[in-house]
């Protein structure tokens, strides 16, 4: 049994040594892009610097995409840099995709401005993967997220929205209820979801506002009524009450709106003259 595991250890050492061989000077492209994947598998952060010339260096779209994955793998930071120069300059979208996740796993405040930057790629892939990996670092991200708030271009404020929602600081909650008022229906979505997710109830009266807006968008007034929800906040009831009465017929909006009463009613039935202890409380 001792012979079998010093085999094995003795073949893996051997197999690293090859596989570094093969990413190095292998006239594959599959042999480089598979040795790659391998050596981010392995664990080993003498891979890193073999790994980092491929990424810059190769020439196969590929084999730098599965290079920026072994990087992120490995989450040694000696990294950081070249994956921020690749996300910032790989030609390939596929590359800058995977080096965008690996900068999420590596973290730190370094890697938020380029993320925050690649936000407003042309591919929105990239951009998605962006915010992913700023929503997984999270709070150091915050400031430069509320920033991108004002951006010119919608899809970055629809990203930054919903990353800051994700991320759950509540600093981003008064700008966020700003966006209430963006011209872009879908940074509304996001917006009523995320003060939902951001638990303040600062938001109550501003979301109050656009479930009752007759002329606001209905799948904006059901977020935002779901967001009442969330937040449990008592001052909800009797908008909510009323816009279910008032509704010849229950569609999404009133379908949400009567969800969200109950959950208030169920979270302070204590305070409430005349409510009864009751897991789903009557509406009337």
């Known amino acids: 049994m001792t012979i079998s595991v010093n085999n094995r250890k003795k073949q893996a050492k051997k197999s690293f040594e090859e596989l570094i061989k093969d990413l190095q000077t292998s006239n594959s492209e599959k042999v480089r892009y598979n040795a790659a994947r391998v050596l981010g598998e392995m664990g ?5 610097k073999p790994l980092i010339d491929v990424l810059k260096y190769d020439k196969n ?19 950081t840099v070249p994956l ?11 590359v800058r995709v995977r080096a965008a996740r690996a900068l999420g796993r590596l973290g730190g405040a370094i890697v938020v401005e380029p993320l925050v930057e690649a936000l407003n790629d042309e591919n929105p892939q990239v951009c998605i993967t962006a ?6 670092i999270g709070d150091v991200a915050t400031d430069a997220l509320i920033e991108s708030l004002d951006h010119e271009k919608v899809n970055v404020r629809c990203d930054a929205t919903r990353a800051l929602g994700e ?3 509540k600093k981003a909650v008064e700008k966020i209820i700003k966006m209430l008022k963006d011209e872009w ?5 996001y917006a009523v979801t995320s003060l939902g997710k951001l638990g303040d109830v600062q938001a109550v009266p501003a979301l109050i506002e656009v479930m009752e807006n007759k002329e606001e968008n209905d799948l904006v007034r059901a977020g935002a009524a779901a967001a009442l929800g969330v937040l449990r906040d008592q001052r909800a009831l009797l908008p909510l009450r009323k816009l279910i009465i008032e509704a010849e017929e229950l569609g999404e909006l009133e379908d949400t709106a009567l969800k969200s009463f109950k959950k208030i009613m169920a979270a302070n039935w204590e305070s409430i003259p005349g409510a009864a202890p009751v897991k789903k409380p009557a509406l009337f």
Do not use: K, P
């Open 185 to 189: 229906v879908n940074v509304r979505i």
């Open 84 to 94: 921020i120069e690749s996300l910032r300059e790989d030609r390939n979208v596929d």
């Open 167 to 169: 991320i759950g600081n």
């Open 44 to 48: 080993d952060f003498n891979a890193v």
């Open 131 to 136: 915010t992913d990996a700023l929503i997984e």
């Open 61 to 79: 779209g590929s084999v730098r995409l599965y290079a920026a994955r072994a990087l992120g793998e490995l989450g040694n930071t000696d990294a």
